[in-house]
C-alpha cells in the first residue's frame, strides 16, 4: 500500500486557460472542437463524432489542445455539467469552446493519467463545489487552483491509472463494437426507408429497379406506391416526461430511478445519479429516450423502469417494430442537427412538433423483414451495453479505493 506523500494546490501544478467563442461563421473546415454537449459520461472525447471549427485568424498556438490536456465545463445553464472533465488521450488538432476551462499540468511529480482520473472522483468534485460554500454555477480558474492534490509516487500513480485504464479500454472496445452493429443497422435503414431500395418481389433494389414512385404533398417527395404517411404520435406510444417535486429526489438509493435529461445520457444507456420518492411520468424498460431539449434528437435506451423529467420524451412502437422506430429517431435527429448547422437553433421540441413528425410509413410485411435483421444487432448491443454498466460500476468503486489506500495497485 503506498500513502500519499503531499497534498498539492492545482494551482502549483498546473496552467489554466479558458476556451475560445466562435460565432457561426466559424463552423467547418477541418479543426475540432470540444464543446460541453461532447461531456456526456465519457472520460476521452468521442474524437470522430466532434464538431468542426474554422480557426484561421483567431486563435493563437497556445489555444490548442495537447495530449495529456484535461478539459472541464466551465459555465453551463445545467449545472449537473459544470466540472465535469474529459481527457484528450490523443495528439490531435482540437480547440475548445469558450464554455470550457483547460488544466495543463506541468509538475512532473503528478501523473497526467492519475490526475484525469482524480478528477472524476467525489473528492474532487466536492472541492469545487465547496469552494464558495454553494454548489458551484460557473467554475474559474481561481476555483480549480485551490483544489487539492494528493500525490503519492510516482510509480504507484501510474500503476492505480492502469487498473482503471484496463477497465476503460475494455469499455471502449465494447462502444467501437457497437457503434459499427449500429453503423450496419442504420445504412440498412437509410437504404430501405429514406434511399427506397428495399428489396422488391425479385430481390432487387426497389427503386433503382423502376419500382413505382409517388409524390407525396405532405413530405414534398416521391415516396413508393402504396405507402402510407404517418404522425409519429401514429406508430409511437409517446410519454413526455414531467419532473417530480424537488423535495422528493435523492441521491440515496431511495425510490425510483429518475433521469432529468440528456446530461444524464451514456453511450446507450443513462447513467443513475438521482432517484425519486414521488415519480409523476415514467418510462418502462426498452424505451427509447428521446432529449426534447437542447441538444433536441439525443437518444438513449431505458435498461429498467425510471422516472423522466421534462427534458426527455419515452418512446416504444404503437405496432412492436421498435427496432424500426429507434432508427426512425435516428432519422430525426440528423434532421435537427441539419437546421441547428444550418443556423436554426431548437432548444426544445414542443409535444404538438414531436407528435407531428410525419414519416413514410411502408408494408407490415417490410418492416417485419427489417426488424428480423435489427433486432439482432440490437441485442448485441443491449449485451455488450449493459455489460459496459457493470464495468462502469467496477471502475467507479475501485477508483476512490485506489485513491485512498484501501485497495491497493499491484
Not at 465535469?84 to 488521450?89: A, E, G, K, M
Amino acid at each position: 500500500m503506498s500513502k500519499v506523500l503531499n497534498h498539492l494546490p492545482l494551482g502549483e501544478i498546473a496552467v489554466f486557460r479558458n476556451g475560445l467563442n466562435f460565432g457561426k461563421e466559424s463552423r467547418g473546415n477541418g479543426c475540432m472542437l470540444v464543446g460541453v454537449p461532447d461531456f456526456q459520461n465519457r472520460f476521452s472525447p468521442d474524437y470522430e463524432s466532434l464538431s468542426e471549427i474554422n480557426p484561421d485568424g483567431i486563435v493563437r498556438a497556445d489555444d490548442y489542445l495537447q495530449q495529456g490536456d484535461i478539459v472541464f465545463v466551465r459555465s453551463n445553464g445545467n449545472k449537473a455539467l459544470v466540472g465535469r472533465s474529459l481527457y484528450i488521450s490523443k495528439d490531435v488538432k482540437a480547440l475548445f469552446s469558450g464554455f470550457c476551462i483547460r488544466a495543463r499540468l506541468i509538475s512532473e511529480d503528478v501523473d497526467k493519467l492519475f490526475f484525469a482520473y482524480y478528477t472524476k472522483t467525489k473528492n474532487f468534485k466536492s472541492q469545487i463545489s465547496s469552494s464558495s460554500g454553494t454548489n458551484i454555477n460557473n467554475l474559474n480558474q481561481g476555483i480549480l487552483s485551490q483544489v487539492k492534490i494528493p500525490v503519492f509516487h510516482k510509480s504507484y500513480q501510474q500503476k492505480i491509472a492502469a487498473v482503471l485504464s484496463v477497465l476503460d479500454s475494455k469499455i471502449d472496445c465494447n462502444n467501437r463494437i457497437n457503434a459499427e452493429l449500429k453503423a450496419i443497422a442504420k445504412t440498412l435503414y437509410d437504404y430501405w426507408f429514406v434511399q427506397f431500395d428495399f428489396p422488391d418481389a425479385n430481390g432487387k433494389p426497389y427503386k433503382s429497379s423502376g419500382g413505382k414512385m409517388e409524390y407525396n404533398a405532405t413530405l414534398k417527395r416521391e415516396i413508393p406506391a402504396g405507402w402510407k404517411v404517418k404522425q409519429l404520435s401514429q406508430i409511437a406510444n409517446i410519454t413526455m416526461g414531467q419532473s417530480p417535486p424537488g423535495e422528493s429526489l435523492t441521491d440515496s438509493g431511495d425510490g425510483v430511478e429518475f433521469f432529468q435529461g440528456s446530461t444524464d445520457f451514456g453511450w446507450q444507456f443513462p447513467t443513475v445519479r438521482q432517484f425519486t420518492t414521488q415519480p409523476a411520468r415514467m418510462a418502462k424498460r426498452g424505451d427509447i429516450l428521446l432529449s426534447v431539449r437542447a441538444p433536441v434528437g439525443d437518444l438513449n435506451v431505458a435498461h429498467l423502469d425510471c422516472c423522466i423529467g421534462r427534458g426527455l420524451a419515452a418512446l416504444n412502437s404503437r405496432d412492436g417494430f421498435d427496432g424500426f422506430l429507434f432508427y426512425v429517431m435516428q432519422y430525426f435527429k440528423t434532421v435537427f442537427d441539419r437546421r441547428n448547422s444550418e443556423g436554426t437553433t431548437f432548444g426544445s421540441i414542443t409535444k404538438d412538433d414531436l407528435y407531428s413528425l410525419p414519416l413514410a410509413y411502408p408494408s407490415t410485411e417490410l418492416l417485419t423483414e427489417y426488424d428480423k435483421v435489427v433486432l439482432r444487432y440490437n441485442q448485441m448491443v443491449f449485451t455488450r451495453s449493459m455489460e459496459n454498466q457493470h464495468l462502469t460500476q467496477l471502475r467507479d468503486w475501485l477508483l476512490p479505493m485506489l485513491m485512498n489506500g484501501q485497495v491497493t495497485a499491484a
